[in-house]
């Protein structure tokens, strides 16, 4: 078992995906995409669930089909989970993402897990004042440490607050793009594994970076060095979870996946099995996989044979 790598995650699928006008100032992430993307990008969404179900990860997949919110299927944004039954929502930086947030996504996690807490902190939209869930901060669950690189979505005073009331470390750093721009969320640049750490360490201010690497190490986890050339390729967006099999999986897109050297490989082989996942629609809106994923960190209601069971939950427009 490992605190780190979830075994149910909630995914949104969008009718009408389109990548974030909105959003495109600060995510240097998003490039051009055809204007007929939204269903090619519906069915990437569908075949990523279904391959993740048939790994064994338990997949609570919702539709969004108001057409309203272009990022709606990145929901790891506007909330997270955390183990003893806590869930956090968070204000988000683009007024037309506020909208993603749900409370039938909420409810239904109360149905289904034990949920004892939900602190909200998007009421501090009103004071322009950001965090954007586990976009804006790489958790690490086991050590309690929320790695987050600095930016307009990563608010520090709201970090150390969430910090507080969640039990983490807050690890504030700056990070930049190879044409030194800032980079907009963490998760992009960065993704903690239970055995391993996936890190563009060069995106790091060198007055900070050895502080991260430091405290990656001092966590008994092996520093995989990713370059700009692959964060570009979102080989930073992945996330580790647990399927049917012994061994834990981590989930990638195939952009990243092809990105990766053997050496790279080698290391992340030796404690996961790869599930490289097709979401080329998506990537041009500035996120990959890890962003489409919002893990589930919560004790079941339910026993593991049924939990499986949770098919489609609909998004009201």
Not at 52 to 75: K, N, Y
Not at 102 to 117: M, S
Not at 217 to 244: K, M, W, Y
Not at 262 to 283: G, K, M, N, Y
Request: proline share 5%; net charge negative.
């Amino acid at each position: 078992m490992s605190s780190q790598a979830p075994r149910a995650v909630v995914l949104v699928r969008s009718t009408r995906f389109r990548p974030n006008p909105l959003t495109a100032m600060d995510n240097r992430f998003q490039s051009a995409a055809p204007l007929d993307v939204a269903s090619a990008a519906y069915t990437a969404s569908t075949t990523a669930a279904e391959r993740l179900r048939e790994a064994g990860v338990v997949v609570h997949l919702f539709d969004d089909e108001s057409g309203l919110h272009p990022d709606s299927v990145f929901p790891n944004n506007w909330f997270s989970t955390h183990s003893g039954g806590r869930v956090a929502v968070y204000p988000m930086y683009a007024a037309n993402r506020r909208g993603e947030r749900r409370a039938d996504v909420i409810e239904f996690l109360k149905r289904t897990y034990r949920v004892h807490e939900v602190i909200d902190y998007s009421g501090l939209e009103h004071d322009d004042v950001y965090l954007e869930g586990t976009g804006a901060m790489v958790l690490d669950h086991t050590t309690r440490i929320a790695y987050t690189a600095r930016s307009r979505r990563a608010d520090p005073r709201l970090l150390e607050r969430f910090c507080t009331t969640f039990g983490y470390e807050p690890l504030l750093f700056d990070a930049y793009d190879d044409d030194g721009a800032p980079i907009y969320h963490t998760n992009v640049m960065m993704s903690v594994a239970t055995e391993f750490a996936l890190v563009c360490l060069d995106a790091i201010d060198p007055a900070q970076r050895a502080e991260v690497a430091d405290r990656l190490t001092d966590s008994g986890r092996t520093v995989v060095p990713l370059t700009h050339a692959q964060i570009r390729s979102f080989a930073g967006n992945a996330i580790e979870l647990r399927g049917s099999s012994a061994r834990r999986l981590l989930a990638l897109s195939t952009t990243a996946a092809a990105s990766l050297a053997p050496a790279q490989r080698e290391v992340i082989e030796d404690s996961c099995d790869l599930l490289p996942l097709d979401v080329t629609p998506i990537e041009p809106a500035g996120g990959s996989v890890r962003c489409m994923i919002a893990g589930i960190h919560l004790d079941s209601r339910r026993t593991a044979a049924t939990s499986t069971t949770v098919d489609v939950e609909r998004l009201p427009a």
